[in-house]
Nanobody, 125 residues
Framework: QVQLVESGGGLVQAGGSLRLSCAAS??????????MAWFRQAPGKERECVSI????????QTADSVKGRFTISRDNAKNMVYLQMRSLKPEDTAVYYC????????????????WGQGTQVTVSS
């Protein structure tokens, strides 16, 4: 019902920046009704929640591993969610996924109802 498409991944050097985008759509889709999130998964590791943002955009939470370097934001008028990544480290290398929760109130650890296909981010040393 909800489609999420990530873009913006690629290969960057350590210390560089990258901006990921997530375009959301669907029949009768109202983006403000959804908490949005970015996850990542590195090879051999569990999927990790990176950052979440409430439906209104007024509340965000970010994982300690990226706090101060990554910023989640949303433009509800454009049905877009972003992850601005800076000071990238090799350990940030992973597939990054956009996810949506039909509950607009952001809660860390909640399950997500919709997922994108992911975009690869590779950070070289």
């Amino acid at each position: 019902q909800v489609q999420l498409v990530e873009s913006g991944g690629g290969l960057v050097q350590a210390g560089g920046s990258l901006r990921l985008s997530c375009a959301a759509s669907g029949r009768t889709f109202t983006i403000t009704s959804y908490t949005m999130a970015w996850f990542r998964q590195a090879p051999g590791k569990e999927r990790e929640c990176v950052s979440i943002i409430s439906g209104s955009g007024r509340t965000t939470q970010t994982a300690d591993s990226v706090k101060g370097r990554f910023t989640i934001s949303r433009d509800n008028a454009k049905n877009m969610v972003y992850l601005q990544m800076r000071s990238l480290k090799p350990e940030d290398t992973a597939v990054y996924y956009c996810a949506a929760d039909r509950n607009p109130i952001a809660r860390w650890g909640t399950k997500y109802d919709y997922w994108g296909q992911g975009t690869q981010v590779t950070v070289s040393s």
